[in-house]
């Protein structure tokens, strides 16, 4: 166990439109890669050790088979994170993410603040990783935040982004970039539409 990162914190204002406290932590997995075809943070086992060290977790030994499940769990929460947005989620998907989750230990930790819940001490390297997930999601879920992790309804884009909006009803990691694009294509499919009407 360290101190030296934030994960384990309760939520706190991060910057706009990133995720509070250790939520940021899911939000950071879930964008590892940008999609469709941009970088993969997580696309070698050099990559993910990388990307994984920096996040203080020891990822020491990680072989091609765990990084793959990593993936793997990384668009589980994708799918799962889509439902915030409104999108049903597979049944298979929830039982995946509950499956990989269940098996690591957490701990109780009990601070001035109150209490949270972080990896066992005797987990090692990935189940650490997996540990915190579990305890961001908790931990997300209890203070009412985890609603607010979403992911962008472009089909393209599929980012994950905070909603601080008042009404909680943001749809599009940003507007500019793919809420107008959606609008337009979606103007374009009308007049499409309305022209092949007009012409039957
Ligand atoms: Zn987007």
Not at 139 to 167: H, P
């Amino acid at each position: 166990m360290s101190g030296e990162h934030s994960w384990d914190a309760p939520p706190s204002e991060g910057e706009p439109g990133e995720a509070p406290g250790s939520l940021r932590f899911i939000e950071e997995f879930v964008n590892s890669v940008e999609l469709p075809d941009g970088e993969d943070h997580l696309g070698t086992v050099e990559d993910a050790v990388r990307w994984l060290t920096a996040r203080h977790i020891d990822a020491e030994g990680l072989d091609e088979t765990a990084r793959a499940g990593l993936v793997d769990l990384r668009e589980a929460f994708r799918d799962l994170l889509a439902a915030n947005a409104g999108h049903p989620v597979p049944q298979e998907t929830i039982n995946m993410v509950m499956h990989r989750l269940n098996d690591i230990r957490l701990a109780v930790v009990i601070t001035e603040q109150g209490a949270h819940a972080h990896p066992a001490p005797d987990e090692k390297g990935e189940n650490v990783f997996l540990g915190t997930l579990a305890a961001a999601m908790i931990t997300a879920s209890v203070y009412g935040t985890w609603q607010r992790l979403k992911i962008c309804r472009n089909d393209e884009c599929r980012w994950a982004f905070y909603d601080r909006s008042k009404n909680g009803g943001r749809v599009w990691c940003s507007m500019q970039s793919c809420g107008c694009q959606s609008k337009s294509r979606a103007y374009r499919e009308r007049k499409r539409t309305a022209s092949v009407d007009a012409a039957g």
